[in-house]
């Protein structure tokens, strides 16, 4: 043992050496460039012609040439330099002005031998020596050879000398050996505890859990000392899973999760006071999985939801108590716990306490919402996580509301509330989740055909066409197109304008074929193809108010598939009469609305006042930017004098 002690610390100076020797070659390296010489200015005048009879200036210092030839980068040249300024001094150059070039330091080769062999290697296999332990304990107990406080105080002294193993590595200078042993002896003298009571009912009720108490206070002592991140981490996957392991067939589920509640939330502020990161995670995520195989093994109880709400409680009280220390990794475990807690308040839900669940996620709801109200953190990470998960919460409440048929209808709107603040206040997180409520509604609402005219569901189709609208004029308010995050959304805002016309045309033929249901064939393609009509007809006519090209084009569009409808679809069922009626129809009004835009591009789309000013053309240069995206459709030409009508047709 002493060898290796010797050759390990031959190991470490010459590391210290070779980071030594590559320090002073950087410095070396720095104080050579430094010194290097710098080439001379060459002086660039040319002599005077023989029999001049003047006589040449005498030759400038050498400041001077190196200023005229190459200027510093950051020189004023609008100031002179004042009389005398540089006088008797040397004019530093643009290279001398500029810092040396500073290479980097070379980094060591990582040592895998000492990563996998040194520091995971007991990492894993500790955890292998405690199954072992656990099942070979079970397995002496089986065979009748040790009586029940026998076993208990076998772990006891198990853990015991996996301590004192610990410690002795540690002052050795082999810390990942030992901080392991040290985190193996903390999760034996857990599993002891534990089984004392859970087990053998050694122990009264009072003293065992003194006795967990003290175990956990003696974990957090030890991994704090060595402020060592691996004994909290074995600490913790032994604290979980011990009343898992050894539970008896029947245990009292009160006070099984009363023990993994109270050790997640002594973790998790031990976790976030020394900033252990992945011991926080752990400290959150172990809890859910304990609690999931206690419900496959006994079935869900309620101890299960109250176990995730009190943790829930202190990671939320652990976010607002530590503000300066509030990061991503805090936001994605608070929001995340949010969501596992509606997970659990769901399944509670479905098994049959519906009330409990709907206040429960009520409360929580309303608190979030309130605390994203008062603006409690607002310019913080987890800030951001207020307003996602009162929208969560509320998402959540209205799906457990029973014999709701306008549903959807609200949570469309929630949708596009929620879409409206986050892009108000540049919330990302807050934007996914309504996008994501958004779609759920929306797809639950379009899914789902109209079977009466006057029902739940036509009026979740109308706040549909409604909401889609507003999204629009909410991305084209708040979004412009240099937006370094958001432009892509207001460039691509013209989606949700087709998307509205194609929603209201199948929504107006839902309402004709419903209403329509009870006549003849003949006044069902009738109507329906009428209804189209006037549809184009009323999108063009918004177009040409609101200036949008592309809602005329769109007009324009359905009055081409009315007619492919009626020629391919309506022709072999219906007469020869209300051919007539809808072929009439549709020529008339195509040529209405062709004369109609022959009028709109012959006066050039603008009032007499505005037509006057076009023609211009000085004046007009100096306006042409102010125009709309609908401006700039409508006037494709900027001559004023076209050559003939057919370039206005």
């Known amino acids: 043992?002493?060898?290796?002690?010797?050759?390990?610390?031959?190991?470490?100076?010459?590391?210290?050496?070779?980071?030594?020797?590559?320090?002073?070659?950087?410095?070396?390296?720095?104080?050579?460039?430094?010194?290097?010489?710098?080439?001379?200015?060459?002086?660039?005048?040319?002599?005077?012609?023989?029999?001049?009879?003047?006589?040449?200036?005498?030759?400038?210092?050498?400041?001077?040439?190196?200023?005229?030839?190459?200027?510093?980068?950051?020189?004023?040249?609008?100031?002179?330099?004042?009389?005398?300024?540089?006088?008797?001094?040397?004019?530093?150059?643009?290279?001398?002005?500029?810092p040396p070039y500073t290479p980097p330091v070379p980094k060591p080769p990582k040592d895998w031998e000492h990563l996998i062999a040194r520091v995971w290697l007991?990492?894993?296999?500790?955890?292998?020596?405690?199954?072992?332990?656990?099942?070979?304990?079970?397995?002496?107990?089986?065979?009748?050879?040790?009586?029940?406080?026998?076993?208990?105080?076998?772990?006891v002294l198990v853990a015991a000398v996996l301590y004192w193993l610990g410690e002795r590595e540690v002052s050795k200078e082999r810390p990942a050996l030992g901080k392991v042993l040290l985190g193996g002896s903390i999760a034996i003298l857990i599993l002891s505890i534990v089984a004392s009571y859970l087990l053998y009912d050694l122990l009264p009720f009072i003293f065992a859990f003194l006795l967990y108490i003290g175990a956990l206070v003696f974990a957090v002592y030890i991994a704090l000392s060595q402020r060592s991140q691996s004994i909290v981490g074995i600490t913790l996957v032994a604290g979980y899973l011990a009343p898992v392991l050894i539970a008896p067939t029947h245990p009292n589920l009160w006070i099984f999760a009363g023990f993994e509640t109270i050790f997640s939330a002594v973790m998790l502020v031990v976790a976030m006071k020394y900033s252990f990161r992945v011991s926080y995670i752990l400290a959150f995520a172990l809890l859910h999985i304990t609690l999931g195989l206690s419900m496959i093994w006994?079935?869900?109880?309620?101890?299960?939801?109250?176990?995730?709400?009190?943790?829930?409680?202190?990671?939320?009280?652990?976010?607002?108590?530590?503000?300066?220390?509030?990061?991503?990794?805090?936001?994605?475990?608070?929001?995340?716990?949010?969501?596992?807690?509606?997970?659990?308040?769901t399944i509670y839900y479905l098994d049959g306490s519906e009330t409990g669940a709907r206040w429960m996620i009520a409360i929580l709801s309303l608190m979030y919402s309130i605390l994203y109200a008062s603006g409690i953190q607002k310019r913080t990470p987890v800030g951001i996580a207020y307003p996602a998960m009162a929208i969560f919460g509320w998402f959540l409440l209205l799906n457990m509301i029973p014999n709701f048929p306008a549903r959807m209808a609200v949570i469309l709107v929630e949708g596009t509330l929620a879409f409206l603040l986050a892009l108000r206040f540049r919330n990302k997180l807050q934007l996914v989740l309504a996008c994501i409520v958004y779609a759920y509604a929306f797809l639950a609402t379009f899914l789902v055909p109209i079977e009466r005219f006057w029902s739940a569901h036509t009026f979740n189709w109308l706040i549909l066409l409604i909401t889609i609208a507003v999204i629009y004029r909410i991305i084209g308010k708040f979004v412009r197109s240099d937006d370094k995050n958001y432009g892509s959304l207001y460039r691509k805002r013209y989606i949700l304008m087709w998307a509205e016309a194609i929603l209201g045309l199948v929504y107006i033929s839902q309402l004709v074929q419903v209403a329509s249901m009870s006549q003849n064939a003949d006044v069902r393609h009738l109507s329906l193809s009428s209804a189209w009509i006037i549809y184009a007809i009323l999108i063009i006519v918004i177009g040409m108010v609101v200036q949008k090209s592309k809602l005329r084009i769109i007009g324009i569009l359905f009055i081409f598939f009315t007619l492919l409808k009626i020629i391919f679809i309506d022709l072999p069922d219906i007469s020869i009469g209300v051919r007539a009626i809808l072929f009439i129809i549709l020529g008339v009004v195509g040529l209405g609305l062709s004369r109609l835009f022959y009028k709109r591009r012959d006066t050039n789309g603008q009032p007499p006042l505005q037509q006057q000013e076009i023609s211009n053309p000085a004046e007009h240069h100096g306006t042409d930017q102010q125009h709309t995206e609908g401006n700039k459709d409508d006037h494709p030409l900027n001559d004023p004098k076209p050559k003939n009508n057919d370039d206005l047709s």
Not at 123 to 142: D, Q, T
Not at 339 to 345: I, Q, R
Request: aromatic fraction near 8%.
């Open 122 to 155: 007991p990492r894993v296999f500790i955890v292998v020596l405690i199954l072992g332990i656990v099942w070979g304990f079970i397995a002496v107990v089986k065979a009748g050879y040790l009586s029940e406080p026998i076993r208990c105080i076998l772990g």
């Open 1 to 98: 043992m002493e060898h290796n002690d010797k050759v390990e610390q031959l190991e470490q100076r010459i590391r210290r050496l070779e980071h030594e020797v590559a320090e002073l070659k950087q410095f070396e390296m720095q104080r050579r460039q430094a010194s290097a010489p710098r080439p001379p200015v060459p002086p660039q005048r040319t002599a005077p012609p023989s029999g001049s009879p003047f006589t040449p200036p005498p030759p400038e210092p050498h400041w001077q040439g190196a200023h005229v030839n190459a200027p510093p980068p950051n020189a004023n040249y609008g100031v002179r330099p004042q009389q005398g300024q540089y006088a008797g001094a040397q004019r530093p150059s643009a290279q001398a002005q500029q």
């Open 298 to 345: 006994y079935g869900f109880s309620v101890q299960n939801v109250v176990a995730v709400l009190v943790q829930h409680a202190v990671i939320l009280a652990i976010s607002v108590l530590w503000k300066q220390r509030n990061t991503s990794m805090q936001l994605g475990v608070l929001f995340t716990s949010f969501a596992f807690v509606g997970g659990w308040l």
